[in-house]
T-cell receptor, first 114, second 114 residues
Framework: GENVEQHPSTLSVQEGDSAVIKCTYS??????FPWYKQELGKRPQLIID?????GEKKDQRIAVTLNKTAKHFSLHITETQPEDSAVYFC?????????????FGTGTSLTVIP | EADIYQTPRYLVIGTGKKITLECSQT?????MYWYQQDPGMELHLIHY???????EKGDLSSESTVSRIRTEHFPLTLESARPSHTSQYLC?????????????FGEGSRLTVL
């Protein structure tokens, strides 16, 4: 099956700086890579995703890049704000009709210091 | 409002008790999932379902069971609760058609077994 590794496990940045979280995956058939943000005591929520036919996707201050050859993808947050503090999870899945179980990374706890 | 609902939100029970955690979604999604998560930590897949009368085991399924008699309902049952079951249980769902697709999470059921 798929194996998703996520680094770092914890990350502290000063407000206004950038934060980068990296994930690697093992199954070259994986073709959908979402990122979830989980604030303290809340449910995980999708913040951005990328499909395997795209190398980069951007949404305001967040962006995701995908390198299919190296089998890794990264989340980039620019101009960080205190409200970005949360645990972030990457995931990988194959988009077939039946075999699309999500494989999550172990999470990155991001702290933005005001 | 279309959402995914979990009950109870909080539960404290004694060892050996049988409990059922309820999950219902009003989004018409075919696929549903149960994850176990200690606060801010990794998501572990317990069970998943691709539709009515379809259930599959995940990584931590050996001590629990699920059923999918109706599309919108996916209850999780612990036959004999133990202190090691103390955790948060997250239900999730997604649409079936097409590749990928956002995974929506419920607010979770936080279980404490004494």
């Amino acid at each position: 099956g798929e194996n998703v590794e996520q680094h770092p496990s914890t990350l502290s940045v000063q407000e206004g700086d950038s934060a980068v979280i990296k994930c690697t995956y093992s199954d070259s058939a994986s073709n959908y890579f979402p990122w979830y943000k989980q604030e303290l005591g809340k449910r995980p929520q999708l913040i951005i995703d990328i499909r395997s036919n795209v190398g980069e996707k951007k949404d305001q201050r967040i962006a995701v890049t995908l390198n299919k050859t190296a089998k890794h993808f990264s989340l980039h947050i620019t101009e960080t704000q205190p409200e970005d503090s949360a645990v972030y999870f990457c995931a990988a899945t194959k988009g077939s009709n039946t075999g699309n179980q999500f494989y999550f990374g172990t999470g990155t706890s991001l702290t933005v210091i005001p | 409002e279309a959402d995914i609902y979990q009950t109870p939100r909080y539960l404290v029970i004694g060892t050996g008790k049988k409990i059922t955690l309820e999950c219902s979604q009003t989004m018409g999604h075919d696929k549903m999932y149960w994850y176990q998560q200690d606060p801010g930590m990794e998501l572990h897949l317990i069970h998943y379902s691709y539709g009515v009368n379809s259930t599959e085991k995940g990584d931590l399924s050996s001590e629990s069971t699920v059923s999918r008699i109706r599309t919108e309902h996916f209850p999780l049952t612990l036959e004999s609760a133990r202190p090691s079951h103390t955790s948060q249980y997250l239900c999730a769902s997604r649409r079936s058609a097409g590749r990928g697709g956002e995974l929506f999470f419920g607010e979770g059921s936080r279980l404490t077994v004494l």
